[in-house]
């Protein structure tokens, strides 16, 4: 299994508040992904990273920012929750070398509410 | 606008009998094609894929099937097992600039093996 952890697994917490989520890897891998999975649009790309400090947005990253500040850590953060981000959260990785034969390798998921 | 379609939520079939999971694209540009299965309260798990210059590939129980003209692919499981009772995602690849590349999921389809 590729090393990848996501904190917290789960998280509940009140509308209007900040929330960071962290995925960790340890294969070295330069690109990194973070998706959320709601019923009945299957898995949706936030932000992306290409490398530390290189980001770029995904299909649905409006309330969502992202920091790559190392190679093995990539972070999620809702500066300020709303009821609509309650969702699970996947985080990926990618060996990617800028071909299109890399497969990404998913995180388990946070599972986050928002009161 | 949903550039990757599995039409079919949920699919029920009998031990040992085959499996077909069919997907559906509209993006031409579509170049790379993968299929993950995913278990409950887990992280999806990459199973095959396919490129686009290929018509089919095999891993043991599963083969996926590419028809590009119709702008189709299926993964066959042959035989099915009870254990491969999971929500399986189709996905797909196209350039995305740059030195990167992003995967565009379908919704889902949820496969039920019947000891």
């Known amino acids: 299994d590729a090393g990848i952890t996501q904190s917290p697994r789960h998280k509940v917490t009140e509308t209007g508040t900040p929330v960071t989520l962290r995925c960790h890897q340890t294969?070295?891998?330069?690109?990194m992904y973070w998706y959320r999975q709601d019923p009945g649009h299957g898995l949706r790309l936030i932000h992306y990273s290409y490398g530390v400090k290189d980001t770029d947005k995904g299909e649905v990253s409006d309330g969502y920012s992202v920091s790559r500040s190392k190679t093995e850590d990539f972070l999620l953060t809702l500066e300020s929750a709303t009821s609509s981000q309650t969702s699970v959260y996947f985080c990926?990785?990618?060996?990617?070398?800028?071909?299109?034969?890399?497969?990404?390798?998913f995180g388990d998921g946070t599972r986050l509410s928002i009161l | 606008d949903q550039q990757v379609k599995q039409n079919s939520p949920s699919l029920s079939v009998q031990e040992g009998r085959i499996s077909i999971l069919n997907c559906d694209y509209t993006n031409s540009m579509f170049d790379y094609f993968l299929w993950y299965k995913k278990y409950p309260a887990e992280g999806p798990t990459f199973l095959i894929s396919?490129?686009?210059i290929k018509d089919k590939n095999e891993d043991g129980r599963f083969t996926v099937f590419l028809n590009k003209s119709a702008k189709h692919l299926s993964l066959h499981i042959v035989p099915s097992q009870p254990g491969d009772s999971a929500v399986y995602f189709c996905?797909?690849?196209?350039w995305g600039g740059g030195s990167n590349y992003k995967l565009t999921f379908g919704k889902g389809t949820l496969l039920t093996v019947n000891p």
């Open positions: 396919i490129s686009s």
């Open positions: 990926a990785i990618s060996e990617g070398t800028g071909s299109s034969n890399q497969p990404q390798h």
């Open positions: 294969e070295n891998h330069r690109y």
């Open positions: 996905a797909a690849s196209a």
